[in-house]
């Protein structure tokens, strides 16, 4: 394979650039010329197609967003779309497509794979954790982390003021982000999708942590439950405290991308090139049990994202 380009696509992800770094020169490595192509799947159907060299990914690995730019693009769902596509990478003479995204990219990438016989390899690269097949994908460990660090600082005004803290946090339908920085923050309570919730049982566990001499309390609520405004009016109405709402927002977004997520940008970005040199297409790469994987596309993005019930319950345990 002699032809190769990337994109990314969907929202982005911190990582996203030290990924698109390893993948331009793990494939210059192997004598591949490298084409990048920006703004995603519109780019691709619109023809944004640029060379890649060595320095055109020099200074990114630590560098929030994507070089490449992202947008969504419904065109692709589209036969039509998927065509114009197509004829881009054959006009540029390009053989195999990396795409760094989430399910959502990962589902065009399996239709050009399968419909068109473009080899095609996916880099999980979203913020939400909700892939079922990888343990982590690109962009979750730094977002936790800017979770985290906006929660201690709200913790220390809550605390200062007795007050009940709601922090909305990002995930779409998956409650990954709140779980993790949940616990790490020591939050009291939190709540997520995957789990149903009582708002007598939480006014219930503040009014007992007060009892015991707790003077502030913090839930933090994927936003795929409900936005922090609504769910603090609701818990208003039925407690005493003073309850305060807060939006984490897109800034879980950017930022300098985690040692974690520069390390898993690399190792993913270096297998696709690899399996792309083999010649092997229709695959996404992930991370299991601290090893790189790869495995069909068509079962990663049919696979059923599990919810971390036991981690859930040890913060049952270490909350009260």
Do not use: W
């Amino acid at each position: 394979m002699k032809k190769i380009a990337l994109l990314t696509s969907g929202g982005d992800a911190p990582g996203m650039n030290a990924a698109i770094r390893a993948v331009v020169r793990s494939g210059i490595y192997y004598g591949m010329e490298v084409f990048g192509i920006e703004r995603g799947y519109a780019g691709l159907i619109e023809g944004n197609v640029i060379p890649m060299e060595m320095r055109s990914v020099s200074n990114i690995v630590q560098c929030g967003g994507t070089k490449l730019r992202s947008a969504r693009c419904m065109e692709m769902l589209t036969v039509e779309g998927q065509k114009k596509a197509v004829d881009t990478l054959e006009k540029y003479g390009i053989e195999g497509l990396v795409v760094i995204g989430g399910d959502g990219s990962f589902r065009g990438a399996e239709v050009l794979s399968r419909d068109y016989g473009v080899p095609t390899i996916g880099i999980p690269g979203t913020i939400d954790n909700d892939l079922a097949y990888t343990d982590y994908t690109l962009g979750f460990d730094t977002a936790v982390n800017t979770c985290l660090d906006i929660i201690n600082k709200l913790r220390d005004t809550m605390t200062s003021h007795e007050r009940v803290s709601v922090v909305e946090v990002m995930g779409r339908r998956c409650g990954d982000i709140a779980l993790y920085s949940g616990i790490a923050s020591g939050a009291e309570i939190i709540v997520v999708p995957e789990i149903a919730f009582d708002m007598n049982e939480i006014i219930a566990k503040i009014n007992r942590s007060r009892a015991h001499g707790k003077h502030s309390t913090l839930i933090v609520v994927a936003e795929g439950v409900m936005g922090a405004e609504e769910f603090a009016k609701r818990l208003q109405a039925g407690t005493e405290h003073d309850v305060r709402p807060t939006c984490i927002g897109h800034v879980q977004r950017g930022g300098s991308p985690s040692m974690s997520d520069r390390m898993l940008a690399a190792q993913f970005g270096n297998k696709a090139i690899r399996l792309l040199n083999d010649g092997v297409g229709n695959r996404v790469v992930g991370i299991r049990d601290n090893k790189i994987i790869d495995m069909d596309i068509i079962e990663a993005v049919s696979m059923k994202k599990e919810f971390n019930y036991e981690l859930y319950e040890t913060l049952q345990m270490i909350s009260m």
